[in-house]
């Protein structure tokens, strides 16, 4: 039988891990700290959630790769650091009619850029 901590601990794990998940296609929203929050939550409140959640196909060795080196792969740099500015590019001059808004999403693309390139690279 799972305690309230438990329950509160898989819950807000499955809600981060979704939110990680979007993060893929939506460029402002982290990848990377929702999923390690999740690995933490599930670590916490089932062995079971967190191993299915490291042997994922798709981002289990994503996860498990950041967690033991704390690096990136220079493919995720590149690729994430790509669609990022590929997405703010096309879409703030073209959908944000507010000009402080338009300068926000920059600074903002700017500050998650530095950030993803501040990891140090994972060798093959």
């Known amino acids: 039988m799972k305690t309230p901590k438990q329950i509160l601990y898989i819950t807000f794990g499955t809600i981060f891990l979704g939110l990680g998940t979007l ?3 939506l460029p402002l929203l982290p990848t990377t700290p929702f999923w390690l929050l999740t ?3 599930y670590l916490r409140s089932s062995e079971k959630l967190y191993n299915r959640a490291m ?7 994503y996860m498990k790769n ?3 080196d704390r690096a990136i792969p220079l493919r995720a740099k590149i690729m994430s650091v790509s669609l990022l500015w590929i ?4 879409s703030a001059p073209f959908f944000v009619n507010i000009i402080w808004v338009k300068i926000l999403l920059f ?3 700017t500050g ?3 950030h993803i390139l501040s990891f140090p690279t994972k060798k093959a």
């Open 23 to 25: 993060g893929i296609f």
């Open 39 to 41: 690995s933490w939550l």
């Open 55 to 61: 042997a994922n196909k798709y981002f289990g060795s």
């Open 66 to 68: 950041f967690i033991e």
């Open 87 to 90: 997405t703010i590019t096309c």
């Open 107 to 109: 600074c903002i693309a």
């Open 112 to 114: 998650v850029t530095w």
